[in-house]
């Protein structure tokens, strides 16, 4: 009897050994996003941008000696903090080992601080843009690879000056990622001599928005900036602009830059213009054609930002040998700049191996990932022109 025992307790052991062996061979990543919401057309390419990444490295083998990643994903909502915050909730309760997300910067940061600071979860959010998530407390848990509305603001008034516009109306969608963008474009704006006639907050998700262009027109401007959602407020903004004959032309910041817009306005947006973050050159070639191979435009916005933001915790956590968010944390900054060899998307293989044989690497990425600060995105941004109903890129900045 007691061999009998000491055999059933061996097995048992061995069992609990192999299973935990092959947990600890799983690494698990959270994908929080607008799956419903004012940006819902932009979240499904970003989520798959992100899942490219983590089979990439499933498939390469080397990460933490032929670690298996999955994803599991959430609604954010995009606006709706209680619905983000659930959200992150059974994420964490679903043994998740970093949180690529939010996107929109409110739910961003109720997601911050009610579920990743009291859980010691990382965060890479693609395209939280907020610039008051730069002065957050976070525990070091914040990272993102989109930069703040702070230099978004600049390179919007730079825009508007070559194109020789004197004066804009400006209305933004009433929460934190509208107010600080509205406040980096009015008060870069102004730096260059520009005038704002005015700067009205607009609510989501109204069916008529007549007595908010009635505003805006009354002050008047040469051109009516929209900081808002391209698939609610402020595709209604729009509408609502043209059906009264107040302007013909709109400034577009990032909220607003996706293919879903100029099919929901039509040929009345041809000539409007704009910017959100996107890079030029090697990275963003080669991921666009991994994309496309996989079924699914690389060029969507915040999509290059998702698959940097999965392949930051995955080379972090090899860094680190762990996966553990206190100890890769330490990394993100490390494996994401100069010195080291550059790493571009395809590469995340070459990368781990690498890694594992103690060497630096600097990861390039789609976006041309460079992280300064507090985990900030140094950035570029894409320029667009809306012609003939697509989103035509003009230039970087």
């Known amino acids: 009897m007691k061999k009998m025992l000491l055999a059933s307790t061996a097995a048992a052991l061995v069992a609990t050994s192999a299973f935990a062996d092959a947990h600890a061979k799983e690494v698990k990543l959270g994908i929080e996003f607008g799956f419903t919401g004012p940006i819902e057309s932009l979240t499904g390419p970003m989520a798959a941008g992100a899942e490219l990444a983590m089979k990439e490295v499933t498939d390469s083998g080397m990460l933490l000696d032929g670690a298996t990643v999955t994803s599991t994903r959430a609604d954010s909502g995009c606006i709706d903090n209680g619905l983000a915050v659930s959200g992150g909730e059974r994420l964490i309760a679903e043994g998740i080992n970093g949180l690529i997300g939010a996107d929109c910067s409110g739910v961003t940061g109720a997601v911050l601080q009610n579920v990743a600071i009291p859980n010691g979860m990382v965060m890479i959010s693609p395209s939280a843009t907020s610039p008051g998530l730069t002065t957050m407390e976070d525990n070091g848990l914040f990272f993102r690879t989109s930069p703040s509305d702070a230099r978004e603001g600049e390179v919007m008034a730079e825009i508007l000056q070559e194109r020789g516009v004197k004066s804009i109306a400006l209305t933004y969608t009433n929460n934190d990622y509208g107010k600080g963008l ?216």
């Open 182 to 397: 509205a406040d980096a474009i009015e008060s870069s704006f102004k730096a260059l001599g520009g005038e704002v006639t005015i700067v009205a907050a607009h609510e989501d998700g109204k069916a008529d928005y007549s007595a908010e262009v009635g505003a805006l027109a009354s002050a008047g401007g040469d051109l009516l900036v929209v900081a808002g959602y391209l698939d609610q407020g402020g595709a209604g903004i729009i509408k609502s602009a043209l059906d009264a004959g107040a302007w013909d032309t709109f400034g577009l910041p990032g909220g607003m830059i996706g293919e879903n817009l100029p099919k929901t306005i039509g040929p009345d947006l041809d000539g409007s213009y704009g910017q959100i973050a996107g890079s030029q050159g090697n990275g963003i070639e080669a991921f666009t054609k991994m994309a496309a191979d996989a079924g699914f435009d690389g060029t969507s916005p915040y999509t290059p930002e998702s698959y940097d933001a999965a392949a930051l915790f995955l080379l972090a956590m090899q860094a680190a040998n762990s996966t553990d968010p206190a100890d890769y944390k330490e990394k993100i900054l490390e494996v994401a700049n100069a010195p080291g060899t550059e790493i571009f998307p395809g590469e995340l293989g070459k990368a781990l191996e690498l890694i594992k044989n103690g060497e630096d690497i600097d990861y390039v990425g789609a976006s041309a990932v460079e992280l300064i600060g507090p985990g900030e995105s140094a950035g570029t941004y894409r320029m667009i022109e809306v012609k003939d109903g697509v989103n035509e890129t003009i230039g970087y900045k």
